[in-house]
């Protein structure tokens, strides 16, 4: 495996009726046998269970990597099935009607939609030749994908191809949010549906809603230090320090951040230091730098900090002790940090700016925050295979993504199913299940999302979804900058202290179990660090993005939530239907008065249980609807299947 191509394997998986799913081939020619690697359930992988009941579909999934245990290869499979009838060479092997085959490419950078795109064409491109045999295009499809995949392109679109927020909003409604604020607690999450494509994607695209998380937060996700052996996990050598060894660091950290965000800058020259605390070279850096600190003596929470810092200082060299080492924040420099946080929550009434959080750097909010680690595991699908791995006692929880019931039916091993078929979220545990409740601020939030994402659909009556999500208010990225807006005011608000009425906005419950995870204990040591010269996320304003006094519009999406996502709703509202039914038929003997009176209970409940728009001034995209028009077509080029993939 060469570690500096992006493109590791193309790999050939398929199904025989005796041996059950099998490697069959690989470009390059594997250097081991898969069954002594950790790879050796690969093949589970690539053909899910279930995959015989569609015609073609595509399964994502992650691997630890071979050589170093704490990166993750990222793997798209292209599954596709044919009649036996239609080979051209047909093995003696081959007795049933049908040949089931995944084509499978193992990557080093998480781009999935957008190899998917190009190895769907090269996979039925593969299939239409009726001959396995002839693997020529799988090895030109290897080379083109290695010339055509750069690291920059986990900076652009293309890594959010496929992975539309928009579908998730729609299968969940408000209740995307209670799986955002899931996600971030570290529990056991399960998505479980029938079609593994859908089922993947909707995983990964909760996973991208965390800003810059899909990009450049899983390198950990599919390994980590188990109890005990095990054959799908790489064994970490004894002169290895593990992670789940150590306290997290705020140096090693920063060099983790800096390794990652000043990738680009490296290859120009340009320093570490430069780029995480110097501003951009630009002409106008010398009026720049005058504002930027101008709002540093400002800040009293910055300022707070350094005067706590420089009085730690005097004090230990005063006494003759050893100075405190920079990278090494104490409990008592904590919590300095936060004394004046209710005189600043009193100074910041309005709702905290959008821009100044979307636009904030990623190194001076501390993002990505480091969720998959520590025993956190990312995984879109899994076999039943992996079943051993999700019970070790090291696994503290995991986002994955499956096909077969059996992990649904063993609800010992979940704390939250997550049912693709009808967007349903079941959370097993009932003290969960309060403290992710999401308070009339969050419900506002939520609202917002659907309404604005549903008024975008509601534009193209005419049938043509050409143009369907491609605005701003509504679209992919609106949703995902919104998201990051709420984590962001999220983060910012659990710097404050207890009992603060911004804290009540977010659920104080929910955040005193967010303050629990690692990933926020090493964020909060992060942008905390003494060594910190710059105050990065204390720009921020604390408070929820819809905070606000109650309305009776708030009132009405209260109701509905309860109506629409408890079981005691959901059983309310099938008894009104079941009256409505009950009615109708009575009507049709009686007359027409009882009819009539149907009519106006339904339309009373529709009202009541379809919320309104509420007053949002702390979201972006309340302004007018925009037309968009129609661009004209280029007139479309036939061409090869290899030319259409690349």
């Given at each position: 495996m060469n570690l500096e191509f992006p493109i590791h394997y193309v790999i050939v998986v398929g199904f025989h009726h005796k041996k059950g799913c099998q490697v069959e081939y690989a470009f390059p020619p594997l250097e081991v046998e898969l069954e002594k690697t950790a790879w050796k359930y690969l093949p589970t992988l690539a053909i899910p269970d279930g995959a015989h009941n569609f015609d073609h579909d595509t399964v994502y999934f992650h691997l630890p990597s071979l050589k170093n245990p704490r990166e993750t290869v990222f793997g798209v499979a292209c599954y596709q099935q044919m009649d036996s009838d239609k080979l051209v060479n047909k093995p003696d092997d081959v007795t049933r009607s049908t040949v089931q085959k995944s084509v499978c490419v193992l990557s080093r950078y998480p781009l999935f939609g957008h190899i998917q795109v190009k190895m769907q064409l090269i996979t039925a491109a593969y299939f239409r030749e009726g001959d396995f045999n002839q693997v020529s295009i799988l090895e030109e499809a290897f080379h083109n994908l290695n010339a055509c995949l750069v690291p920059e392109l986990l900076n652009t679109p293309e890594a959010f191809v496929g992975l539309s927020p928009r579908e998730l909003v729609f299968l969940f409604r408000h209740q995307i949010l209670i799986l955002f604020k899931l996600l971030l607690l570290e529990r056991k999450i399960l998505f479980r549906g029938a079609s593994v494509g859908p089922l993947c994607s909707a995983l990964l695209t909760l996973v991208s809603l965390l800003p810059l998380t899909l990009e450049y937060g899983l390198n950990q996700s599919a390994s980590t230090k188990t109890a005990k052996t095990l054959s799908i996990v790489p064994q970490f050598s004894h002169d290895e320090k593990s992670d789940e060894d150590t306290k997290p660091d705020v140096g090693n950290n920063r060099q983790s951040h800096e390794n990652i965000f000043t990738s680009r800058q490296n290859r120009k020259g340009v320093s570490n230091t430069q780029e995480k605390y110097q501003l951009e070279d630009n002409t106008d850096l010398v009026n720049t730098t005058k504002v930027y600190y101008r709002r540093l003596?400002?800040?009293?929470?910055?300022?707070?900090?350094?005067?706590?810092?420089?009085?730690?200082?005097?004090?230990?060299?005063?006494?003759?002790?050893?100075?405190?080492?920079?990278?090494?924040?104490?409990?008592?420099?904590?919590?300095?940090?936060?004394?004046?946080?209710?005189?600043?929550?009193?100074?910041?009434?309005?709702?905290?700016?959008?821009?100044?959080?979307?636009?904030?750097?990623?190194?001076?909010?501390?993002?990505?925050?480091?969720?998959?680690?520590?025993?956190?595991?990312?995984?879109?699908?899994?076999?039943?295979?992996?079943?051993?791995?999700?019970?070790?006692?090291?696994?503290?929880?995991?986002?994955?993504?499956?096909?077969?019931?059996?992990?649904?039916?063993?609800?010992?091993?979940?704390?939250?199913?997550?049912?693709?078929?009808?967007?349903?979220?079941?959370?097993?545990?009932?003290?969960?299940?309060?403290?992710?409740?999401?308070?009339?601020?969050?419900?506002?939030?939520?609202?917002?999302?659907?309404?604005?994402?549903?008024?975008?659909?509601?534009?193209?009556?005419?049938?043509?979804?050409?143009?369907?999500?491609?605005?701003?208010?509504?679209?992919?990225?609106?949703?995902?900058?919104?998201?990051?807006?709420?984590?962001?005011?999220?983060?910012?608000?659990?710097?404050?202290?207890?009992?603060?009425?911004?804290?009540?906005?977010?659920?104080?419950?929910?955040?005193?179990?967010?303050?629990?995870?690692?990933?926020?204990?090493?964020?909060?040591?992060?942008?905390?660090?003494?060594?910190?010269?710059?105050?990065?996320?204390?720009?921020?304003?604390?408070?929820?993005?819809?905070?606000?006094?109650?309305?009776?519009?708030?009132?009405?999406?209260?109701?509905?939530?309860?109506?629409?996502?408890?079981?005691?709703?959901?059983?309310?509202?099938?008894?009104?239907?079941?009256?409505?039914?009950?009615?109708?038929?009575?009507?049709?003997?009686?007359?027409?008065?009882?009819?009539?009176?149907?009519?106006?209970?339904?339309s009373w409940w529709n009202t009541v249980t379809t919320p309104t728009t509420p007053t949002t001034s702390g979201i972006v995209g309340q302004t007018d609807d925009v037309v968009v028009e129609n661009s004209s077509q280029s007139p479309v080029v036939e061409r090869t299947d290899t030319e259409k993939a690349f």
């Open positions: 003596e400002n800040d009293v929470d910055f300022r707070r900090r350094k005067e706590v810092s420089n009085e730690t200082k005097n004090t230990g060299n005063s006494s003759g002790a050893k100075s405190l080492s920079p990278t090494t924040p104490t409990s008592d420099t904590a919590t300095s940090i936060i004394d004046e946080e209710l005189e600043i929550g009193e100074k910041c009434i309005e709702v905290p700016d959008f821009l100044t959080a979307v636009q904030m750097k990623p190194a001076e909010a501390g993002l990505p925050l480091c969720l998959f680690r520590k025993g956190y595991l990312c995984h879109p699908y899994l076999s039943l295979h992996y079943l051993d791995l999700l019970t070790d006692s090291n696994v503290k929880g995991f986002l994955i993504g499956t096909t077969n019931i059996l992990f649904k039916q063993k609800k010992d091993l979940v704390d939250v199913i997550v049912e693709m078929q009808d967007g349903s979220i079941d959370i097993l545990d009932l003290n969960l299940k309060r403290q992710v409740t999401l308070t009339t601020p969050d419900l506002r939030f939520a609202e917002n999302i659907v309404k604005q994402v549903t008024v975008e659909s509601g534009r193209r009556t005419d049938g043509d979804n050409f143009l369907d999500g491609i605005g701003w208010e509504g679209g992919d990225e609106w949703i995902r900058s919104q998201f990051k807006y709420y984590l962001m005011c999220m983060m910012r608000t659990s710097l404050t202290e207890d009992g603060t009425r911004q804290r009540d906005s977010f659920n104080p419950a929910y955040l005193n179990l967010w303050q629990e995870t690692n990933h926020w204990k090493t964020w909060s040591n992060y942008v905390n660090s003494e060594e910190r010269d710059t105050p990065g996320i204390y720009n921020l304003c604390p408070g929820h993005p819809c905070d606000g006094g109650m309305s009776v519009s708030d009132m009405k999406i209260r109701f509905a939530h309860t109506i629409q996502n408890t079981e005691g709703g959901r059983r309310l509202n099938q008894a009104v239907q079941n009256t409505g039914k009950a009615v109708l038929q009575t009507g049709k003997a009686v007359g027409g008065a009882l009819t009539s009176a149907k009519g106006a209970l339904s």
